[in-house]
Every structure is written in C-alpha cells, then in structure tokens.
C-alpha cells in the first residue's frame, strides 16, 4: 500500500527565513513525487521529481529527490507572507501526504 | 483552456438525499480521482479510475460511487449522504504513461454541508 509522511505537520517562521519541508514515502513501482502548494482553494503544481540528486529549482523554492532512502525535500530560501499554504507531495496513484501547514510571519 | 472542472462548487443538502458532484476534464487525460480533504488530514484518496470502465477504491471509499463511462467525466454519487460526509471534495485528472507519473490537475473543488 502506498503511504506518504510528511513533516513537520505545521510550521510557523518570519519573513526571510529558511525552511525545509520533508517528505517520506513507500510506493510500489516508483515513477514520480510531486509537490503541490494549497492557498484555501485547489493544489496548484510546483515540482515533478523523478531522479534521485537532481534539484529542481524555480526561484526561491528547491526540490530534491532520494530514492534509495525514498524521502525528498522541499526547500524554500527567504521566505515571504505570500509563500504561507500547506504544501503536499504525493506519490503513485496520487495518495497525498498529510501536507505540511506553513505560516510565515511578517 | 485546459481545465477540470467540477460542480457544483457549493452544495448543502439533507441526511439520505442522493446527490452527484460532476467532474469533467478536456485533456483527454486517462487517469482521474476523487479526494475529500479535511482539516489536518490532507487529500484523502476515495476513488480513482485508470481509464474508460476501470475504477478501483481509495482509502476511504465507504459511502461513495463512481462511474467512468466516458474519457471526460468522473461523477461522484453519495447514495445516502450523511453528516460525516461534510468536507471539501476534489476531482483530479493525469496523462498516464507506461514510464512516468505526470503532473495532476485539479478541479475547483465542491463544499459540501450534510445537515
């Protein structure tokens, strides 16, 4: 059975700071993760990862995928009010982690 | 525009009173699945569906229909709603190849209240 973990379940920093959201998961069969970011209305698609050690980048978020100890990480580098959201990866058949509720604070 | 769309996006209804959320994609996506998503539970898997006639349970399937009759569209059929059923539903479609999982869109989502 597929399962995705996800931590920290929320986190709460100030503008400019660093975070690190992780995600662990067991999945028959492995083709891809994806992150998706959640402001109160549907998922909105950030990162696809399919090789293990290839960050993928799009501006100040960062993603980076470990098959062999089958977690990945999200990163995001100065943190702005606007990044607030919970932020879910998912794997397989699309089963979803718990997601991780980010508050950034002025 | 590529899209997923769902309706209705709001609905109250009563205990017992049968009702269908529509989910309809024009990507011509083979895969698409259903999740409810409640506070501090994340996206809750109820149905998902590989193709045209091929449907299979999510983890949390009780109470809940799907049919697959058409590429395009995924309806949800609660037979007999009750109130724990209140929550916030998603539909979500994907391409599926035979190498490689591919970014999922997703509908607007549909809150419903179960009085």
């Known amino acids: 059975e597929d399962k995705v973990v996800q931590s920290p379940l929320s986190l709460v920093v100030h503008e400019g700071d660093t975070v690190t959201l992780n995600c662990s998961y067991e999945?028959?069969?492995?083709?891809?993760l994806l992150w998706y970011k959640q402001e109160k209305k549907a998922p909105t698609f950030l990162f696809m990862l399919t090789s293990s050690g290839i960050e993928k980048k799009s501006g100040r978020l960062s993603s980076i995928l470990d098959k062999k100890e089958l977690f990945s990480i999200l990163n995001i580098t100065a943190t702005q009010t606007g990044d607030s959201a919970v932020y879910l990866c998912a794997v397989g058949k699309l089963i979803f982690g718990q997601g991780t509720e980010l508050s950034v604070k002025p | 525009e590529a899209q997923v769309t769902q309706n209705p996006r709001y609905l109250i209804t009563v205990t017992g009173k049968k009702l269908t959320v529509t989910c309809s994609q024009n990507m011509n996506h083979e895969y698409m699945s259903w999740y409810r998503q409640d506070p501090g539970l994340g996206l809750r898997q109820i149905y998902y569906s590989m193709n045209v006639e091929v449907t299979d349970k999510g983890d949390v399937p009780e109470g809940y229909k799907v049919s697959r009759k058409e590429k395009r569209n995924f309806p949800l059929i609660l037979e007999s709603p009750s109130p724990n059923q209140t929550s916030l539903y998603f539909c979500?479609?994907?391409?599926?190849?035979?190498?490689?999982?591919?970014?999922?869109?997703f509908g607007q989502g549909t809150r419903l209240t179960v009085v």
């Open positions: 999945v028959t069969n492995f083709r891809s």
């Open positions: 979500a479609s994907r391409r599926r190849t035979d190498h490689m999982n591919t970014e999922a869109f």
